[in-house]
């Protein structure tokens, strides 16, 4: 049930774009996302219902689509502060736990 | 403003010595309180989750257990640490309602080194 996240890992210069996907198999509640730096504990980005919404945050968005029950984050105009290692959690019921991708690790360099 | 702590910070233990972790959380009542486990480079395991004084789910069969005393303290334990429990241990808590309920908040983490 472990959702699968693309790619495994990406490297960017400053001002680059990126895109993280994440997959299920199964039907999805909600997709959450995570960021989480070197020896630090996972941040919550956002969240988004089904409904395929698009949320932001700063110059990270992501999008849901339901049908192929995946989600994708979207890093505009990438800086420094974006390195890290980016979760997807995902909830397959209103009253499910959240489960999480296995990462994807993002470098941003100058 | 909710805040949770977790503590110690780092731990070094022998294989076969107990284990203690501790996790509270501030400013909010009856929160979903779960650990979690990273081995270096991997992924967040789900460990525990507990809804309540008491009850506590186990997600993975391992030589550890959780207890959850107080409303919003959150015990990760173990009688005979193996090679393997070590790890990043991560503590989280989210509301359990309203649609932001799976929102998880982590604290810093314990990093274990079992020798």
């Known amino acids: 049930q472990q959702p699968v996240q693309s790619p495994q890992a990406v490297i960017l210069r400053e001002g680059e774009d990126a895109v993280i996907n994440c997959s299920s198999s199964?039907?999805?509640?909600?997709v959450h996302w995570y960021r989480q730096k070197h020896g630090e504990a996972p941040v919550f980005l956002m969240i988004?219902?089904?409904?395929?919404e698009q949320k932001g945050h700063e110059k990270i968005s992501a999008s849901f689509n339901e049908k192929k029950q995946q989600s994708s984050l979207y890093l505009t105009a990438s800086q420094l502060s974006y390195s890290g290692t980016y979760f997807c959690?995902?909830?397959?019921?209103?009253?499910?736990?959240?489960?999480f991708g296995q990462g994807t690790t993002l470098q941003v360099k100058p | 403003s909710q805040t949770i702590h977790q503590w110690p910070a780092t731990l070094v233990q022998p294989v076969g010595s107990p284990l203690s972790l501790e996790c509270t959380v501030e400013?909010?009542?009856?929160?979903?309180l779960y650990w979690y486990r990273q081995a270096a480079g991997r992924g967040l395991q789900l460990l525990f989750y507990?809804?309540?004084?008491?009850?506590i789910s186990s997600e993975v069969p391992q030589n550890l257990s959780a207890s959850r005393p107080q409303d919003r303290q959150f015990i990760l334990s173990s009688k005979k640490l193996l090679l393997s429990d070590s790890g990043f241990y991560l503590c989280?808590?989210?509301?359990?309602?309203?649609?932001?309920?799976?929102?998880?908040?982590f604290g810093a983490g314990t990093r274990l080194s079992v020798l």
């Open positions: 989280a808590w989210s509301t359990g309602q309203g649609v932001a309920k799976n929102i998880q908040y």
């Open positions: 199964k039907a999805l509640y909600s």
């Open positions: 988004l219902l089904k409904g395929g």
């Open positions: 959690g995902t909830v397959f019921s209103n009253t499910g736990k959240l489960i």
């Open positions: 400013g909010t009542s009856n929160p979903n």
């Open positions: 507990s809804v309540g004084i008491g009850q």
